[in-house]
């Protein structure tokens, strides 16, 4: 089976700090995705990397950054974190583009 | 401006009826819809997919139908059970190559037993 990693399922921030999600996939994906879930928004694309070094923003990547040094991380870097990037994040991968497979999730909760 | 749309935010079915998820997009680019499956604390999982080329498809318990002339997409879940109680998302794709997906807003299933 896929497996798509998220390194902490649960976070707790203040206001300010630096925040680092990490996302591994252990099955060779080219794909990788970061999306965030909130009440009523469904999922919306933060940004997503077809290849090692590369990098697409999404829908939503204001106050996100990201980075993929290997193939198989994929981590969204929040460089000030605020109470409105308070949200379930999920890291997603994929051969092709249309069939993803989630991570468990993160909620990062920023006071 | 929403590409794809679950008008309905939640829906409750009793057990051994048929749910109907019902999705909507308005980009005729797209021509590959999935439908996701989310527990909660859990990711997405994917459920079932149907390309343009097909007005139906089926897998067990789970239909997906696609008019698209309407524009408009739904799940059948026949027959519903508890287990089934989750958020359901629909979500499309412009072609088979490397175009993100776009999801809707989810639908609330709670099936009843």
């Known amino acids: 089976d896929v497996k798509v990693t998220q390194s902490s399922r649960y976070l707790v921030k203040r206001t300010g700090e630096k925040v680092f999600l990490e996302c591994v996939q252990d099955m060779d994906h080219e794909n990788m995705f970061w999306y965030r879930q909130d009440p009523g928004l469904g999922l919306r694309l933060i940004y997503f990397s077809y290849d090692v070094k590369m990098k697409e923003k999404g829908d939503i990547p204001e106050g996100y950054s990201v980075s993929r040094e290997k193939k198989e991380r994929f981590s969204l870097i929040l460089e000030s974190a605020s109470t409105n990037q308070t949200s379930m994040y999920l890291c997603?991968?994929?051969?092709?583009?249309?069939?993803?497979?989630f991570g468990a999730g993160s909620r990062l909760t920023v006071l | 401006d929403q590409q794809v749309k679950q008008n309905s935010p939640s829906l409750s079915v009793q057990e051994g009826r048929i749910s109907i998820l019902n999705c909507d997009y308005t980009n005729s680019m797209f021509d590959y819809f999935l439908w996701y499956k989310k527990y909660p604390a859990e990711g997405p999982t994917f459920l079932i997919s149907i390309s343009s080329i097909k007005d139906k498809n089926e897998d067990g318990r789970f239909t997906v139908f696609l008019n698209k002339s309407a524009k408009h997409l739904s799940l059948h879940i026949v027959p519903s059970q508890p287990g089934d109680s989750a958020v359901y998302f629909c979500a499309a794709s412009g072609g088979f190559g490397n175009t993100p997906l776009v999801f809707g807003k989810g639908t609330r299933l709670s099936v009843i037993a």
């Open positions: 997603a991968s994929s051969r092709w583009a249309n069939v993803l497979t």
